[in-house]
């Protein structure tokens, strides 16, 4: 089972920032943070991830609250080719059968014109 | 560089038949993984290669899903026979070895396979 809580779904207007939150109330010390988001009839593209730090990359932000029971993923500036679903996930970061990513439903962001 | 390739990218089969889809992951990719995606869910982790050993097949039902990856490289998925409840998409991803918490995995377009 998902180990992450999303809404189902979330819109957004074009040019405003996305910002999709997840639970992971039940993370341990050493579980990285990770998104993927999936457009239509593609398969997943990674995104982002972290630890307790906040990251930037050139696609997104993530914010990770100081206690880690849950994050925010931050698209600055979305766009309609944004729509897509969005996966938090929440794995151990080494090798092995242990660290199997396990995607729950996500949040299915629409972005408006 | 190119991305995963799989193939075919659709595919309809009867009841009880047999079918296969096969993928070729990144070139140096050391890592395999095919996932079952029901429509409308996540995908679910079915088999996971490193190199050409089996490291986690837990969910993988070995009654009639068999997969191979005999020289380390591309892999084929089988399912034999098909029963209504494998109408899915089929995505294969890989990835290089992890570095520092970092394993991105890279996916193919996947196979979408209907049984009637």
């Known amino acids: 089972d998902a180990k992450t809580t999303q809404p189902p779904s979330m819109d957004c207007a074009e040019g405003r920032a996305a910002n999709l939150p997840c639970n992971h109330s039940?993370?341990?010390?050493?579980?990285?943070v990770y998104w993927y988001r999936q457009i239509h009839s593609q398969g997943p593209q990674y995104i982002i991830h972290?630890?307790?730090n906040n990251e930037t990359n050139e696609m997104a932000s993530l914010i990770i609250t100081e206690d880690r029971k849950s994050s925010t993923l931050i698209l600055p500036h979305a766009t309609l080719r944004d729509t897509a679903v969005y996966y938090c996930?929440?794995?151990?970061?080494?090798?092995?059968?242990?660290?199997?990513?396990?995607f729950g439903t996500g949040t299915l962001l629409a972005v408006q014109p | 560089e190119a991305g995963v390739a799989q193939s075919p990218r659709y595919k309809i089969i009867e009841k009880r038949q047999s079918v296969a889809f096969w993928c070729n992951p990144i070139?140096?990719?050391?890592?395999l993984y095919w996932y079952q995606q029901i429509l409308g869910q996540g995908p679910k982790l079915l088999i996971q290669?490193?190199?050409?050993?089996?490291?986690?097949d837990s969910q993988l039902p070995k009654d009639r899903f068999s997969a191979e990856r005999l020289k380390g490289v591309d892999s084929t998925l089988k399912i034999q026979p098909a029963k209504l409840e494998d109408s899915a998409v089929y995505l294969c991803?890989?990835?290089?070895?992890?570095?520092?918490?970092?394993?991105?995995?890279?996916f193919g377009p996947g196979t979408r396979l209907t049984v009637l």
């Open positions: 290669f490193q190199n050409n050993g089996v490291v986690d």
């Open positions: 070139s140096g990719h050391a890592t």
């Open positions: 972290g630890l307790k």
């Open positions: 991803a890989s990835s290089s070895l992890e570095l520092a918490g970092y394993n991105e995995q890279f």
């Open positions: 039940t993370i341990s010390g050493n579980e990285y």
């Open positions: 996930i929440v794995r151990f970061p080494y090798g092995g059968a242990t660290n199997k990513l396990i």
